[in-house]
């Protein structure tokens, strides 16, 4: 295993590590005004949403490493206070990048982009009509953390209003998350399209699943199952009765045959099979299965 010390490292190739390392992350467009109202559109993914109560949005501008010099959206949130965060979608990934260009100062961004302007409703910056979702912020604080080249600086921004493109909404009114087809960054050039690699995971916050633990030790030192499988059986809060695993058996036809062969390998198979579908229940039936059902 390689072990780094970052004292022991350049910033810009710890910068590398870092950011290869933890990703992917989501991307915040930031749009502001310069002291002479010239729009600035600047992307940003040292970013994420921290609170909900009150509405915080978090984005952090580094000093440049080569040159320890600020960024333009640096300057203008310590000046005016406001500022449009857009999210990033797949349609707009390779002008958002565009954008990141370090054009000289009052050199308008969403231009060179080919991004159109529209008003905001509570702050003077402009919103990018093409992002799918965008913020309308008042920048609470700004906490600098470092003086080098390749400090952050957090930028709190509390949610004003928030903007959302009907076409990104399911039956419910919420966002569909393959219709709003985010993309994050990850380390060098590289991307991920969050609607290509989709899966749930399901959230155990009103269930007290059995726990890893309590998994029969047959099916732990199983080499069929991995982390995931064991982690979706310990998230089940109760486990199918013998009543219940009878009855499942006896009206399937494909398991009967699978328990008469005396073959574990193909019951454990089975098992992982309802595991990839989520039918976790399902799998866990297939397991506590005798031969004798």
């Known amino acids: 295993m390689l072990t780094i010390d970052p004292k022991e490292l350049t910033t810009q190739k710890l910068h590398g590590y870092l950011q290869s390392a933890v990703g ?5 467009l930031a ?25 915080i949005l978090i984005f952090s ?30 349609a707009m990934v390779e002008q958002v990048s565009l954008s990141s260009t370090e054009y000289a100062a009052g050199i308008n961004e969403f231009e060179k982009a080919g991004f ?17 979702v965008q913020f309308e912020c008042r920048v609470n604080e700004i906490i600098a953390l470092g003086t080098e080249g390749g400090a952050g600086n957090l930028i709190l921004c509390e949610v004003l209003k928030m903007h959302i493109h009907e076409s990104i909404l399911d039956d419910n009114g919420g966002i569909d998350q393959h219709k709003i ?57 109760t486990l199918p009765t013998d009543e219940e695993v009878s009855i499942f058996v006896k009206e399937s036809f494909e398991v009967k045959a699978i328990l008469s062969s005396d073959d574990e390998t193909k019951k454990f ?14 799998a866990w039936k297939v397991l506590l299965a005798k031969n004798n059902f």
Request: aromatic content about 8%.
């Open 31 to 55: 749009s502001t005004l310069d002291r002479n109202n010239i729009p600035n559109l600047s992307p940003f993914s040292f970013f994420n949403i921290f609170s909900s109560n009150p509405p």
């Open 269 to 282: 198979l089975k098992a992982k099979e309802y595991l990839d579908n989520n039918e976790v229940i399902t």
């Open 181 to 237: 087809d985010l993309v994050s960054r990850l380390g060098g050039n590289w991307y991920s399209r969050s609607a290509e690699g989709l899966f749930e995971v399901e959230k155990p916050l009103t269930t007290l699943g059995i726990g890893v633990d309590s998994i029969p030790d047959f099916i732990k030192e199983s080499s069929f199952f991995n982390g995931n499988d064991l982690g979706k059986l310990g998230n089940t809060e």
């Open 61 to 90: 501008p580094s000093r440049r490493v080569r040159d320890n010099t600020t960024k333009h959206t640096l300057m203008n949130a310590e000046l005016n206070r406001e500022v449009v965060i857009n999210v990033v979608n797949y």
């Open 24 to 28: 992917p992350r989501p991307i915040a």
């Open 116 to 132: 159109t302007m529209i008003p905001s409703d509570m702050v003077k910056p402009y919103r990018v009509k093409e992002a799918p």
